[in-house]
């Protein structure tokens, strides 16, 4: 498959299926850094920067370990942070303090994490494909077709439909390496909305109009007060619904009662609406600023799929995707801004959970 370029196929490979892994990042810190992939490669493809432009040599740039991680060699062109540059002793925002515990590492005073938007951390970030002979250790997203078979006969009848993408920062695109919050750089990955709805087009022959509403640093308070503007009128076939990360404080049936008031006035409008909640990301491990009840949220959205009264509502875990791929990743090697924002890596996960679930 193509590598060294956006590719709509090789980015939207399930990432829990097949040997072979395309683009997997990492990002160094400290110049000997040793990043765990998520498989132990039995061959390596290639290994290159984020922009996928620059191909570095194995046993000058990299090394493979025994353990499967991939290793930065001393005087290598792969670029890396420094410790002292990425746990920092001055804070970007004020709060972000590192949980030393979480990082393995002992410092003699406090530390904030690094922060930064566009492609602060991507620019430093590295991409390896290889082939594997490894097993998917995760739970595998499931297909949820029968709950959304209103629109999916739509598609298959090619008849054109809108759907609908609303939320906060992450359903916008922050940071897609091809959108303005990731930089418009290389290699232009675009939002997970469009990809999604790129690969239905492809399959179905259908026109899909994608209608994205999200605003950054939103929550569900504001989504369930907005609705009507941003989704109901509208008048989707499809709509994605994905809160939770700029929701720490609530409880689970706070968040639920939120959700359902949105389900409700979509679907008053819009009767034969398909409705998907996608459950959140989780922020940076390795530090407490934006942690809160986010690993919570997708028991409330589990609890509204599984009511009788909502069978044209599907659930898409993104919570399992991103806990299971930290079981073996660092937050570091997948996010775009070091606290709650997914990288081209992470964004792809997104478009793969929504297709497994919708088809």
Known sequence: MKYAEYDLQTWLKPFWSGNEMYNETVLMVG????????????????VRNYGLDIEYERGKDYEI??????KRLSGSRM????????????????????????????????RYMKYGEEDTFTRKQIAVSYVHG?????????????????????LRKKQS?????????????????????????????????????????????AEISVVNTAVGGMN?????????????????????????????????????EQILGMIGA?????????????????PNNESDWYSGNQKEYFKALYEIEENPQYPFVA???????????????????????????PNDFLVRAYAQVLLATVL
């Not at 490894?134 to 997203?141: I, N, T």
């Not at 091809?178 to 418009?184: E, I, L, S, V």
């Not at 659930?315 to 924002?341: C, P, S």
């Open 220 to 256: 569900t308070r504001w989504g369930l007060d907005n609705v009507g503007e941003r989704v109901v009128k509208y008048a989707p076939d499809l709509a994605v619904i994905a809160f939770g990360m700029n929701d720490p404080a609530l409880t689970t049936e706070q968040y639920k």
């Open 134 to 154: 490894g097993e998917w250790k995760g739970r595998v997203p499931a297909s949820k077709s029968d709950r959304l078979a209103k629109f999916t006969e739509k």
């Open 79 to 110: 670029p890396f942070f420094e410790i002292d540059e990425y746990y920092k002793t001055q804070p970007d925002i004020v709060g972000i303090s590192v949980i030393e515990k979480a990082t393995g590492l002992k410092f003699n005073e406090p």
């Open 65 to 70: 370990t025994e353990n499967g991680e991939i």
């Open 266 to 282: 979509i679907r008053a409008a819009k009767p034969d609406c398909a409705i998907i909640l996608v459950s959140t990301t989780v």
């Open 31 to 46: 110049e000997n850094d040793c990043a765990p992939l998520l498989y132990k490669p039995e061959r390596i493809i290639s």
């Open 161 to 205: 439909v809108t759907a609908v993408f609303y939320g906060d920062s992450i359903t916008t695109g922050c940071n897609a390496s091809g959108m303005p919050q990731g930089g418009q750089t290389l290699p232009h990955t675009p939002s997970f909305d469009k990809m999604t709805c790129d690969f239905l087009r492809e399959k179905f022959g």
């Open 315 to 341: 659930v898409a875990d993104m919570t399992a995707m991103h806990l299971d791929l930290l079981e073996r990743k660092r937050f570091r090697d997948m996010t775009g801004n070091n606290v709650n924002h």
